[in-house]
């Protein structure tokens, strides 16, 4: 069993930044892929970014070159900074590991992009 927390959503301006951050409860970031998928109102759950346990990365063209995504090892956590945010990355974003056969998800956390 895997639980996974994130953290640090919230109300931003256009243009403005925000960095989430999902803790995992032991130490699968680096030996599973983690990912960051989001839901906007009314749409399907989207990947938005991955980091593989080699440490490759994959992004949606939506937000290529705007967020990256980063994990720290030691504190079992896996970061998405998200810049030059727009009002069309509103949504709520999850946290994800796929640990065979188990798809674990966060609960999840707020972005709202809003002037």
């Known amino acids: 069993q895997v639980q996974l927390v994130e953290s640090g959503g919230g109300l931003v301006q256009p243009g403005g930044s925000l960095r989430l951050s999902c803790a995992a409860s032991?130490?699968?970031?680096?030996?599973?892929?983690m990912g960051w998928y989001r839901q906007a109102p009314g749409k399907q759950r989207e990947l938005v970014a991955a980091?593989?346990?080699?440490?490759?990365?994959n992004y949606a063209l939506s937000v290529k070159g705007r967020f990256t995504i980063s994990r720290d090892d030691a504190k079992n956590t896996v970061y998405l900074q998200m810049n030059s945010l727009k009002p069309e990355d509103t949504a709520v974003y999850y946290c994800?590991?796929?640990?065979?056969?188990?798809?674990?998800w966060g609960q999840g956390t707020q972005v709202t992009v809003s002037s």
């Open positions: 032991r130490n699968i970031v680096s030996t599973h892929t």
């Open positions: 980091v593989a346990s080699g440490g490759s990365t």
């Open positions: 994800n590991a796929y640990i065979f056969p188990v798809n674990y």
